[in-house]
């Protein structure tokens, strides 16, 4: 049996990496070990998921896999503002690669890089990683053509703000956001010269080089490195696209694995005897020892905060979570719990529940991100969430959140909880507060409904339907003001009821599960009022439950309470990708916190009550 994986923080300065070991099966012939260097920005997070059944897959197969989120990204320390973060880059995958030759007995290492994690793991080469297979999929010609990728990318991202006024430009100059996700300006000058191969190749004796759906492989790239005396093969990449499309539709690429499968059990020599003088015959004997930890110490703003991987066993399979907590002194007798949205792994959209569950750990306020069932490092089918109505009408995930705050508040002392979500999060932040008595208050961002009917999605379907007889809804698409997902969405919304008209199906979404009693917001809110819990309701525009929450009257009713607070959030864009939007979030999310430790007479910063 694969034992089961084990998160950890390997610790560098300035900023530590996280990382997740997958111990080989015992029971299999022991191959070589692998490391996974992830892509950036929205690829890596959609590509979560797949990267961990790979990982899997791999152990189970006799190899030790070693996955990492770069400096700078998932939960790693840093941020995209730091400084070099590219030689960050570069000397976590070399520390990496180190610890996983000593942890597998110097075994053959094998780096498989994924998009940009391809070109920085051909530097940590050039630079003496003990890295000797390289398998390199959709990766660019170099660093450049990288940058120009993520430029056009950013150029299809119009009326996620406005359809009349242009989005605010809030970053410094030269500096590039894609997707929610930012490039700093040293980092672009930084990546425009990597390419594979380095400028060295090390010990590295073969390669794969794998295209992406079809997009031809850079000829420079398979050249350079034969010309460098490796043995190089090709081949097709299939499921790029797929796998990287969102988290919600996790595809694991079957064909590549398949096919990386093959080909490392395939030779192992032949290359050695044609490389070069000055070439090294076998692996770098110096290692840096890295010690791995369960958790790890961060600085955030001079002060001191701790992270620990949280598991916890459901009987069926284990849920994940990481807890930010302050170093010193006490902490606040209230905790926070950072919920998914949709399939996003605890990160948060954006890695917005990153930066402020360690902003809340600094003012003292232990805050634990986590991950449902089939989400991120948990376990469980994901699979499931290709339905919407799986992040809804699943009363077991409530009884996770639960599970997971009786955990946060015994490790911590705490005995009160704040819930916060966007999406499904939202929904249940919401219903979470009213099934549970030590929720003080909810934040809910965006939420998808706070009352889930299995009909829900087809109802929406029906009013974008309805835009279609709209003239202005078509002169903003001939200015290009109707952004392209809500194209997709219309033209789903339209082909959908046509086939389901042709073969007269229930509604795709939700259709399998029964419809079940929920509890009506109003009823939930007056009980929330009477408690005296706070909820606070954040809306971009152009959001499908604002509105329903308008005709319904729900919006005109709890305005009045006065535990219930209605933001507006600014953009139309629903996962907060305009940094104008992240920024709002932050200081509603600050705003909000300090309102309620305040009310409950707690102070901030010392941990004391």
């Known amino acids: 049996m694969t034992p089961a994986p084990q998160p950890f923080w390997m610790e560098r300065e300035p900023d530590p990496f996280f ?23 929205w690829h890596e997070v959609a590509s979560y998921r797949s990267r961990r059944t790979w990982a899997n897959h791999l152990a189970a197969s006799g190899h030790p896999v070693l996955r990492i989120d770069l400096p700078g990204t998932g939960d790693s320390g840093g941020a995209a503002s730091s400084p070099d973060l590219v030689a960050a880059w570069i000397d976590a995958v070399g520390q990496a690669a180190f610890w ?97 191969p ?63 499968d093959r080909w490392l059990g395939g030779p192992t020599q032949g290359a050695q005897a044609d490389r070069g003088p000055g070439v090294p015959h076998r692996r770098l004997a110096s290692a840096r020892r890295i010690e791995p930890a369960a958790g790890i110490g961060l600085r955030v703003d001079g002060i001191g905060i701790h992270e620990t991987a949280i598991v916890r066993s459901t009987g069926t399979g284990d849920l994940f979570g990481i807890l930010a907590a302050p170093e010193s002194p006490r902490p606040t007798p209230v905790a926070a719990v950072f919920l998914n949205a949709g399939a996003v792994r605890r990160i948060g959209p954006n890695r917005i529940w990153v930066e402020a569950s360690r902003r809340w750990a600094r003012r003292g306020v232990p805050t634990l991100r986590i991950d449902l069932d089939g989400i991120g490092d948990s376990d469980g089918d994901s699979g499931r969430y290709r339905d919407v109505g799986q992040f809804y009408a699943r009363d077991e995930l409530a009884d996770q959140i639960r599970l997971l705050s009786d955990e946060v508040l015994a490790r911590t002392g705490a005995d009160r909880i704040v819930l916060a979500g966007l999406c499904a999060g939202g ?104 408690r005296g819990t706070t909820v606070v309701i954040a809306f971009s525009s152009d959001e499908a439950l604002h509105d329903e929450l308008v005709r319904d009257g729900f919006l005109a009713r709890v305005a009045a309470q006065p535990n219930v607070h209605l933001e507006t959030l600014p953009g139309r864009d629903h996962t907060l990708r305009p940094i104008v939007a992240q920024r709002a979030v932050h200081d509603l999310l600050d705003r909000s916190l300090l309102a309620d430790l305040a009310r409950l007479g707690v102070r901030t910063d010392t941990g004391a009550a």
């Open 198 to 260: 380095g400028p060295a190749t090390g010990v590295l004796r073969r390669a794969l080089v794998l295209d992406a759906d079809g997009i031809p492989i850079a000829s420079s790239i398979v050249a350079g490195l034969r010309d460098a005396g490796i043995d190089v093969d090709t081949g097709s990449g299939p499921g790029w696209a797929a796998m990287t499309f969102h988290p919600q539709h996790d595809d694991p690429p079957t064909s590549v694995i398949a096919t990386v």
């Open 19 to 41: 990382a997740v070991f997958h111990p080989a099966d015992a029971t299999v012939e022991p191959r070589a070990s692998v490391l996974i260097v992830p892509p950036w920005g």
């Open 427 to 530: 929904y249940w932040a919401f219903r979470g507060a009213d099934r549970d008595p030590r929720v003080v208050a909810a934040y809910l961002l965006n939420p998808g409904a706070l009352e889930w009917r299995t009909d829900l999605v087809r109802r929406r379907d029906a009013r974008r339907l309805r835009r279609l007889a709209d003239p202005a809804w078509w002169r903003r698409l001939a200015r290009g003001q109707v952004r392209l997902a809500r194209i997709r969405s219309v033209a789903a919304a339209a082909i959908g009821e046509g086939v389901r008209g042709r073969i007269g199906g229930a509604p795709s979404t939700g259709a399998a599960q029964a419809e079940r009693a929920e509890t009506a917001p109003a009823e939930i809110a007056d009980r929330l009022h009477a």
């Open 100 to 196: 996983l030759a000593d942890a597998s007995a110097a075994s053959p290492v094998t780096v498989i890089g994924l998009g940009l994690g391809g070109l920085v793991a051909a530097q940590a080469i050039a630079a003496g990683a003990p890295i000797d297979t390289l398998v390199a999929w959709a990766v660019p010609a170099d660093g450049r053509e990288e940058v120009r990728r993520e430029r056009a990318f950013s150029r299809l991202q119009p009326g996620r703000y406005s359809l009349t006024e242009p989005e605010p430009s809030v970053l410094p100059d030269g500096w590039l956001e894609v997707n929610g996700f930012v490039l700093s300006a040293d980092t672009i000058a930084a990546l425009g010269p990597l390419q594979v």
